[in-house]
């Protein structure tokens, strides 16, 4: 279906505009944008971070308009973020729209990731519409002779608290240009007062995309656009040889066989044009076996160089406390190598046109996505504009940006506009993927069972984050974004509890076997695993509850308070596990997991109850019971959903999901060798939330993730005595364990 695309213009051709803008980042002046019309009343809309970006614009009809660099990836964001701007602008929500992560519109708020788009970039849209309103009331005064303190905002209009006519916004903004700066002491609305933050409100994008109306990024078409598909090697690191293009000489409407290096690509009129000359060109490769051994990953990882050791925490002495200890335990904890799996693969257009670069992109980082397409183009950064047209499913730095890679290159060389539609092949096999994770743990007990010392150390990636090479760039020799972000995956190494003696350390690899980027809550998913399994072995052997196992070892209160409300609607029996009813085929069990996410956000506690197969060794999770606090709720109905989605697809993760490879290249390339949850299998999540109306907002994105394979790996062990310590938790797993016990 065809979308038109937003200008500044058709945005700002209101007689006016009050145009207002925030930021923290307190970044260098960027150079004003080429794409930026100027509006009719003399003037274009500023985006750069230190200027006086518009993250709102109100025109003369009253209705506003708010510019978010933060996206929604389907999670429900562009409602919450509507909700909090429309609740300081005294709007109602259907007067307000938004318009997300267009860098030729939008402010860079950094890319939609770790949990930030509430904590950060809601935030700040709700500083600038605070500072707006304050504006509007004061110029209101003005023309109704009154001070500030005697009026009152509300539905779009100031008018005297006393009674007596108002003035609407539209108006107010006819006077002219409003160049605001935010004041840093502007008060915000009390949240006894709110109307819409804290209430359920339905999301704005769900009705077009329950009707088929939605123009997902699959979808979006541009006039006189051209269809490609890339042809990949059969190995990663394999060098193109030859072509044969008189191989796909006689396939109607192809329009060119486009080689750079070792990208390879067919573009042609019609998209099933381009699907066949892909499977039909002929082309040789070179041989390369650069992965390693997939059933020895584990020794691969421990052998790979450290390029240093981040120590998390240090309290006490661990090393002699363990050596003093009445019982040391030991462990270690491996998380797997996952894909994002997409359910829609990526997709992307490109366009050059008079010098400029445009690419429609279902990218979660459209502002860092221009840089890198501004790197492997020669470009300036002010020539490429991203806009955002959201995507089948993305969760983290999946296949988006790459297509985009694609396309720009494949624009370039043909001179048209250029869709490039990833198959399902190329998105499990050349996305870049979570990496592999491998924990060592040792704790010593002393004479009661407490945990007198703890000693940890984490395999992890140097970098895993936005800016890995593109695809394309990487193929065809062309140059890359470099920067590499070290991304936040050694938080939650480090403990929430109160233990004398405790020592945490990431060791950073040099490299990875993939290229590795984020899956939803990196790092803090893994480390929280190994924590809290380890934690409930040191339970076990203690013969203690683990529930009050944790709570003896935990002072914040917060966090009690989360264990204690999903252990009541849980209905928690107090004992130690494993359960001694072992009989029959299938075990039932319950285990327990608890984050504070990064140490100082978000509380999260979960209860899994799961059933064991013996004969099978098949686990189902069918509930999982999850409390959270994370401050200052904007949409409640919104965070359940994203509890919700957390929930399932961790679930899925943890018992099903692994890429497998050989020497050369991923071999998972589909859903059957690359298996996800089902319908008949998806738990039952029950959700409490606690809600702190004057506290901060904090994200809900990622840290319900966190808790989920601990609290799955606690309850198989309560089921059956087993302690599984590997993810993902397969049939074949379960039964070897059973077997050896």
């Known amino acids: 279906m065809n979308a038109p695309t937003l200008s500044r213009r058709s945005l700002l051709l209101q007689g006016g505009a009050l145009v207002v803008g925030f930021s923290l980042t307190g970044r260098d002046a960027l150079a004003q944008q080429v794409f930026a019309p100027v509006a009719t009343n003399g003037f274009s809309k500023p985006v750069a971070p230190d200027q006086v970006d518009s993250f709102l614009a109100l025109g003369a009809d009253g209705r506003a308009t708010i510019f978010s660099g933060k996206v929604d990836l389907g999670t429900g964001i562009k409602t919450a973020l509507a909700q909090m701007a429309a609740e300081e602008l005294d709007l109602p929500l259907d007067r307000v729209s938004v318009v997300q992560g267009d860098t030729a519109l939008t402010p860079d708020q950094g890319p939609t990731y770790g949990s930030l788009s509430i904590q950060k970039g809601g935030v700040e849209i709700r500083q600038a519409a605070a500072t707006a309103r304050a504006r509007l009331v004061r110029l209101a005064g003005e023309q109704l002779g009154l001070p500030a303190e005697a009026l009152v905002s509300e539905n779009g209009t100031v008018r005297p608290k006393a009674g007596?006519?108002?003035?609407?916004?539209?108006e107010l903004v006819k006077a002219g240009r409003f160049d605001l700066k935010v004041d840093p002491a502007v008060t915000t609305k009390d949240p006894a007062t709110f109307a819409l933050v804290g209430k359920s409100v339905a999301r704005i994008d769900i009705p077009e995309k329950i009707t088929g109306r939605f123009t997902y990024m699959q979808d979006y078409r541009v006039p006189?656009?051209?269809h490609a598909r890339v042809v990949r090697p059969p190995a990663i690191g394999a060098e193109l040889q030859s072509v044969d293009e008189a191989s796909v000489a006689d396939i109607p409407g192809l329009i060119r066989v486009v080689?750079?290096?070792?990208?390879l690509a067919v573009v042609a009129e019609k998209e099933w044009a381009a699907v066949k000359a892909a499977g039909q060109i002929k082309a040789t490769w070179s041989r390369w076996e650069g992965l390693p051994e997939q059933d020895k990953l584990w020794q691969h990882v421990r052998a790979t160089r450290v390029t240093k050791d981040d120590v998390t925490s240090s309290t006490g002495d661990a090393a002699a406390a363990l050596?003093?200890?009445?019982?040391?335990?030991?462990?270690?904890?491996?998380?797997?190598?996952?894909?994002?799996?997409?359910?829609?693969?990526?997709?992307?257009?490109?366009?050059?046109?008079?010098?400029?670069?445009?690419?429609?992109t279902a990218s979660q980082m459209t502002h860092a996505l221009r840089k890198q397409l501004a790197a492997m183009t020669g470009l300036r950064p002010e020539a490429v504009r991203c806009i955002y047209i959201e995507g089948s499913g993305c969760y983290g730095r999946n296949g988006h940006e790459d297509a985009a890679g694609d396309a720009a290159l494949l624009a370039r060389a043909v001179g048209r506009p250029v869709r490039v539609q990833w198959s399902r092949a190329d998105e499990h096999g050349w996305d870049p993927k979570g990496p592999p994770t491998l924990i060592d743990l040792k704790a010593g007990l002393d004479g009661d069972g407490n945990v007198a010392a703890w000693s940890s150390q984490f395999h992890v990636p140097?970098?895993?984050?936005g800016n890995v090479p593109l695809v394309a760039a990487d193929l065809a020799g062309l140059p890359h974004e470099t920067t590499m972000s070290p991304g936040n995956i050694i938080q939650n190494s480090a403990l929430p509890y109160a233990f004398p003696n405790v020592r945490t350390v990431c060791h950073r690899l040099a490299t990875t076997p993939f290229r590795p980027s984020w899956i939803r809550t990196p790092g803090r998913m893994q480390n929280t695993y190994a924590n809290e399994a380890f934690l409930d072995e040191c339970a076990a052997a203690a013969g203690a509850d683990p529930l009050e196992y944790r709570l003896r070892a935990l002072k914040d209160p917060r966090g009690i308070e989360v264990l204690k409300r999903v252990a009541d609607i849980a209905k928690w029996q107090v004992r130690p596990s494993p359960r001694n009813e072992a009989s029959g085929d299938v075990l039932r069990g319950r285990g327990l997991s608890y984050v504070k996410?990064?140490?100082?956000?978000?509380?999260?506690?979960g209860v899994a109850e799961v059933e064991v197969d013996r004969r099978s060794g098949q686990v189902r999770v069918p509930r999982f019971f999850v409390v959270q606090d994370c401050g200052q709720?904007?949409?409640?109905?919104?965070?359940?959903?994203?509890l919700d989605g957390n929930v399932i697809q961790t679930v899925s993760r943890v018992l099903l999901e692994e890429v497998t490879f050989?020497?050369?290249?991923?071999?998972s390339l589909d859903w059957v060798s690359y298996p996800i949850l089902t319908f008949p299998d998806v738990p039952e999540v029950v959700i409490d939330l606690i809600d702190r109306p004057t506290e901060k907002p904090w994200g809900a994105g990622e840290p319900s993730a966190a808790i989920v394979p601990a609290a799955i790996s606690n309850a198989i062990f309560d089921a059956t005595g087993v302690r599984l310590r590997s993810v993902p938790f397969t049939p074949a797993k379960v039964k070897a364990a059973l077997q050896a016990t």
């Not at 709720?633 to 994203?642: K, S």
């Open 224 to 226: 006189g656009m051209v």
């Open 633 to 642: 709720i904007i949409n409640p109905d919104g965070v359940r959903n994203q």
């Open 323 to 360: 050596g003093q200890a009445a019982r040391v335990l030991e462990a270690s904890y491996d998380f797997a190598i996952h894909t994002h799996g997409s359910i829609g693969p990526s997709c992307a257009i490109a366009e050059f046109k008079d010098g400029l670069l445009t690419c429609w």
């Open 462 to 465: 140097e970098g895993a984050a």
């Open 597 to 605: 996410y990064e140490l100082n956000r978000t509380y999260v506690a």
């Open 662 to 667: 050989d020497r050369g290249a991923v071999t």
């Open 164 to 170: 007596g006519p108002g003035v609407t916004y539209g």
């Open 259 to 263: 080689r750079q290096g070792n990208f």
